[in-house]
C-alpha cells in the first residue's frame, strides 16, 4: 500500500481528497500546515511516506518553501503540487523549488489519481533503469563506453544499470524525474526530443500538453551537470523544437 502525505489546510478537501485515495488503495498521512509536515517527515511515521500531495497555499509557511525545504532534505520524494489556479507564475515558481508536477483543483479523483501512480511509476528504479518509454538502452554505446550500460560524455558519467550519475568523478544526487529526462535524452546523443515526447515518455502525459513540466525539469537539470547553466553542452535547446543531449 503506498503511503502518501497530504498537505492540505483546508479541513473539508483535505478529507475528501483522503477519502478517495483510500477508496484507491493508499495510505493517508495529513498535515494542515507546512510545519506540520516537515516534522511528520523528519520522524518516524514519515519513513514510510512515498509520495507528498502539496497544497501551494497554506497558512504560515507556504507550499513554496514546504517544497524547497523537502528538496533539501531528499531528492527523491515525488511531489505533485496543488495550486487553486492555474496560475503560470505560481506553477513555475513551484516546479522550480522541486515539484514534479502539479494539479488545477478543484481536481477530479481520477486526475489525481493517474497523476500519483504516474508520479510513483517514475520514482520505481527497475522502471527507471529500463530508460523512460523503453529507449534509454539504446544508450548503452553511446558517448564513450566504459563497460556494459555505463557510459561517458565528457566528465559526465551515466550508469544506466545502477542508476548513478557523477561529474568529473563526483555523484550527482538528480529526483527520478530528472534522471528520467536525462536518460531519456542521452539515449541518443545528437536526436532532438521534442516536449511532447518528453512528457508522454517521462511523466506519461499523453493527454495534457504542458511544456512547462519539461522546461522546469530541465532548467533543474541543467544547475547540477552543467558548468555554466545558461552555457549548456550537455542539455541543448532546440529553439521551436525542444532538447537534445550533446556535448558539443
Known sequence: MPQVLLIEDDASVRDGM????RRHGYGVETAATGEEALALLAGERGAAVELAVLDLMLPGMDGFEVCRRIRSRTATLPIIMLTARGDDEDIVTGLEAGADDYVVKPVTAPVLEARIRAALRRAEPAGAGAGASGSAGTGAGAGRPDHGDRSEHGGLVIDRA??????????????????????????????????????????DHTFLGDSRLVDAAVGRLRAKIEDVPARPRYVQTVRGFGYRFGPL
Do not use: C, F, I
Not at 18 to 21: A, P
Not at 166 to 181: D, F, I, N, Q, W
Open 18 to 21: 483522503e477519502l478517495v485515495l
Open 162 to 203: 545502477g542508476l548513478t550519475v557523477t561529474k568529473h568523478g563526483t555523484p550527482v544526487a538528480l529526483p527520478p524525474t530528472e534522471l528520467r529526462v536525462l536518460l531519456e535524452l542521452s539515449a541518443a546523443p545528437g536526436r532532438v526530443l521534442t516536449r511532447e515526447h518528453l512528457l508522454a515518455s517521462v511523466w
